[in-house]
């Protein structure tokens, strides 16, 4: 069930945090008015390494911890209780913990199909909420979002951390010096290889697991362990493969560098060409974004050993990926200047015309996390606009988006920026919002 172990739990918490007192208390001090009292929506991976990170920093308490699986909820609630001796509230229904008027925040780490209802939920509920990318499963569901946290006025920050990041501030001002000259072309990678998934039969429910809740928003089907923990990644039904589960990152940092929200058009290739297991999604694709005098376009491998993100240990320190072989890079290619940038404290690099190098930033991958997270709890304070807000990321996601649409429709669609679906295609319009089964439902009015 990919539980989260007590040793992997002491991996991000320091020993010092052991000290932590009775149910709901900090593990940190700060001003008894000034603490954020905080929930977590899935025990997972990312789920359990964000609860980590939160409870390093002051003024949090950890109220609640939630999950339709009872062996995640119960496994990540002991190994957070071994380390800091806290123990927040358990519960397999998240809702609980909206109707706790002394919750704060959410943080909303589910699946991609349970992003837009479950934040929607709880900016209804008055919490504002940290939820992870992409901005949810549909360009209806992601709009929505936006909807209900400027209605609510609702503090909603994607775990976009390059958002944070000084270095990718540096880029965004450098692309705007004259000596780079106009950008009309960016290519944008997201290459490594992974794991076959394999092919499972469908099985019975696993016990402690509430498969009617996990489902959520997504269609009624038989249990498959393919589709469940993690696997759900590579399914129509919960996501949209590794361009909005990873390279959405990447995407991310380009859209902001060219600093354009709708293309005119999108046109997809590639397919399921080396996997041979259960996965939908595609393992090798190709996307291009068109606007108005730039190309923007996406490459995807899963199978390419050679292709690599940036080892953890070269984001924090100074030093560069071969950017060859790096996997999850952008090039933005100016009229005077080139760059290559790697995501996630990797730095970037600019070059003349000559291909003389001009030009390095660097940062540091761990602070640039906790600056995040640092962020959105000043920002649940003093009701600022987050760096990474859920509306900046919207536009983001919607590529990913656009990009699977065009890939599954099979030819190029035409972005209506009125209603940021499509013009005169009803087919890959079907594809902007799916219908819901009660009472898992998006409301139209939020």
């Given at each position: 069930m990919n539980s989260i172990t007590r040793r992997e739990f002491l991996q991000y918490t320091t020993v010092a945090?052991?000290?932590?007192?009775?149910?709901g208390v900090s593990l940190n001090t700060a001003g008894a008015n000034d603490r954020i009292q905080i929930g977590l929506m899935g025990c997972g991976?990312?789920?359990?390494?964000?609860?980590?990170?939160?409870?390093?920093?002051?003024?949090?308490?950890?109220?609640?911890?939630?999950?339709?699986?009872?062996?995640?909820?119960?496994s990540c609630g002991k190994a957070f209780e071994s380390v800091t001796g806290a123990t927040p509230e358990r519960t397999g229904d998240f809702r609980e913990m909206l109707e706790d008027g002394e919750v704060d925040a959410v943080i909303n780490a589910t699946p991609d199909h349970w992003h837009a209802l479950g934040t929607i939920l709880a900016c209804q509920a008055g919490k504002d909420v940290y939820v992870e990318k992409p901005t949810a499963h549909s360009i209806w569901e992601s709009r929505k979002m936006v909807e209900a946290a400027r209605k609510y006025e609702r503090v909603v920050q994607v775990g976009a951390q390059n958002r944070s990041a000084k270095y990718c501030h540096h880029a965004f001002d450098y692309i705007r010096a004259g000596a780079f000259g106009n950008v009309h072309f960016v290519r944008?990678?997201?290459?490594?290889?992974?794991?076959?998934?394999?092919?499972?039969?469908?099985?019975?429910?696993?016990?402690?697991?509430?498969?009617?809740?996990?489902?959520?928003?997504?269609?009624?089907?038989?249990?498959?362990?393919?589709?469940?923990?993690?696997?759900?990644?590579?399914?129509?039904?919960?996501?949209?493969?590794?361009?909005?589960?990873?390279?959405?990152?990447?995407?991310?940092?380009?859209?902001?560098?060219?600093d354009r929200k709708y293309p005119k058009s999108v046109t997809s290739g590639g397919g399921v060409h080396y996997f041979k297991d259960d996965?939908?999604?595609?393992?090798?694709?190709?996307?291009?974004?068109?606007?108005?005098g730039l190309t923007m376009v996406f490459e995807q491998t899963l199978w390419s050993p050679y292709m690599k993100k940036t080892p953890l240990e070269v984001r924090d320190l100074e030093q560069l990926p071969v950017w060859p072989f790096s996997g999850t890079r952008i090039e933005i290619h100016g009229t005077k200047q080139f760059m290559f940038l790697s995501r996630h404290g990797g730095g970037w690099e600019a070059y003349d015309g000559n291909g003389e190098s001009v030009e390095v930033s660097h940062d540091n991958f761990t602070e640039?996390?906790?600056k995040h997270l640092?962020?959105?709890?000043?920002?649940?304070?003093?009701?600022?606009?987050?760096?990474?807000?859920?509306?900046?990321?919207?536009?983001?996601?919607?590529?990913?988006?656009?990009?699977?649409?065009?890939?599954?429709?099979?030819?190029r669609v035409y972005v209506n920026p009125e209603t940021e679906g499509f013009i005169n295609d009803d087919e890959a319009n079907a594809l902007v919002k799916r219908s819901y089964r009660e009472p898992w439902v998006v409301p139209e009015q939020v």
């Open positions: 945090t052991a000290a932590a007192s009775a149910a991976g990312r789920g359990s390494f964000l609860l980590r990170e939160f409870t390093k920093l002051d003024g949090v308490d950890v109220r609640y911890l939630s999950d339709p699986d009872s062996n995640r909820l119960n944008v990678l997201n290459s490594k290889q992974r794991p076959e998934i394999g092919k499972k039969p469908d099985a019975p429910v696993p016990e402690g697991v509430n498969y009617d809740m996990w489902l959520g928003p997504a269609p009624m089907r038989p249990f498959n362990p393919n589709h469940f923990h993690y696997n759900w990644h590579w399914f129509w039904d919960f996501s949209g493969g590794d361009i909005i589960n990873d390279g959405v990152h990447q995407v991310d940092i380009a859209r902001w560098l060219i996965q939908e999604t595609p393992d090798t694709h190709t996307v291009n974004w068109e606007y108005d640039i996390t906790t640092e962020h959105f709890l000043d920002c649940v304070r003093t009701r600022n606009t987050p760096m990474g807000d859920i509306e900046d990321l919207h536009y983001s996601s919607l590529l990913c988006m656009y990009g699977n649409i065009a890939y599954r429709t099979g030819r």
